[in-house]
C-alpha cells in the first residue's frame, strides 16, 4: 500500500538557518505530493503540493520537489524564522483515491 | 476567512457520557472526513462521506458514529466515551479533482473526565 516516511526525530535549529526534512513515499500510482503545516493548537494547513514528476512546489520561502527517480519529496528552507516553528507533515494521496497517506510528521523549533 | 469551521474547539465530556462534534464547511466540497489525532502523531482517519455514500475504516471503533445531513455540515458522535478517546479530532473536505489537496479546520481538542 501507499505510505510515506519521514526522518526520525524533531528538527532543532537556530533562526535563518537552513532547514531541510526529508520525505520518501512508496506507492503503486502516481501520486500527488502535499506538505501540511501544523502551528500549536492548530488544525493543518496546506504549505505546498506538486502533482507530477519534476513539479516544485514552493510557499512561503519553502520548497520541495517531486522526485519521481528516487520517491521523494524533500521539504527546504533557505533561511527560518522562530514563525517558523511547527510539526510538518508530508502526506501522499493517489489520484482517484479520496485518502491521504501521512509520515509521522516532524516537530521544527527555531531558536532566536 | 475560515472555509472549514469546527466547533466547538475545546469540549470536556464526562467518561461514558456521549458527545457530539460538528463541522461546516463553505467549500461545498463534496468529501468529507473525521480524523483522531493523538499527541505527537499523525491524524488516524476515523471515517470519510462522498457525498452521502460513508466509508469507515476497518479499525475505527463502534463506538464512533457519524453524520452528514446535507454537504455543508458532518457531525461526529461518540457514544461512550473513554479516557483513550481524548484527542484533537480535525474535520476536512476535498473537492472531485483527485488532485486537489484536502482542507483543514482548527480541530476539537476533546477532554474526558
Known amino acids: 500500500g501507499d505510505s510515506v516516511t519521514q526522518m526520525e526525530g524533531p528538527v532543532t535549529l537556530s533562526e535563518e538557518a537552513f532547514l531541510t526534512i526529508n520525505c520518501t513515499y512508496t506507492?503503486?500510482?502516481?501520486?500527488?505530493l502535499f506538505w501540511y503545516v501544523q502551528y500549536p493548537g492548530e488544525g493543518l494547513q496546506l504549505l505546498l503540493k506538486?502533482?507530477?514528476?519534476?513539479d516544485k512546489g514552493s510557499n512561503k520561502g519553502f520548497e520541495a520537489t517531486y522526485r519521481k527517480e528516487t520517491t521523494s519529496f524533500h521539504l527546504e528552507k533557505g533561511s527560518v524564522q522562530v514563525s517558523d516553528s511547527a510539526v510538518y507533515f508530508c502526506?501522499?494521496?493517489?489520484?482517484?483515491?479520496?485518502?491521504?497517506?501521512f509520515g509521522k510528521g516532524n516537530q521544527v523549533v527555531v531558536i532566536p | 476567512d475560515a472555509m472549514v469551521i469546527q466547533n466547538p474547539r475545546y469540549q470536556v465530556t464526562q467518561f461514558g457520557k456521549p458527545v457530539t462534534l460538528s463541522c461546516s464547511q463553505t467549500?461545498?466540497?463534496?468529501?468529507m472526513y473525521w480524523y483522531q489525532q493523538k499527541s505527537s502523531q499523525a491524524p488516524k482517519l476515523l471515517f470519510h462521506?462522498?457525498?452521502?455514500?460513508?466509508?469507515n475504516e476497518a479499525d475505527t471503533p463502534d463506538n464512533f458514529q457519524s453524520r452528514r445531513p446535507n454537504t455543508s455540515f458532518c457531525f461526529l458522535d461518540i457514544r461512550s466515551p473513554g479516557l483513550g478517546d481524548a484527542a484533537m479530532y480535525l474535520c476536512?473536505?476535498?473537492?472531485?479533482?483527485?488532485?486537489?489537496?484536502?482542507?483543514f479546520g482548527d480541530g476539537t481538542r476533546l477532554s474526558i473526565l
Open positions: 502526506a501522499l494521496s493517489e489520484n482517484g483515491n479520496n485518502r491521504l497517506a
Open positions: 506507492a503503486t500510482g502516481y501520486p500527488s
Open positions: 506538486a502533482t507530477k514528476a519534476d
Open positions: 467549500l461545498n466540497h463534496n468529501v
Open positions: 462521506y462522498y457525498d452521502k455514500d460513508f466509508n
Open positions: 476536512a473536505t476535498k473537492g472531485l479533482n483527485g488532485n486537489q489537496p484536502q482542507h
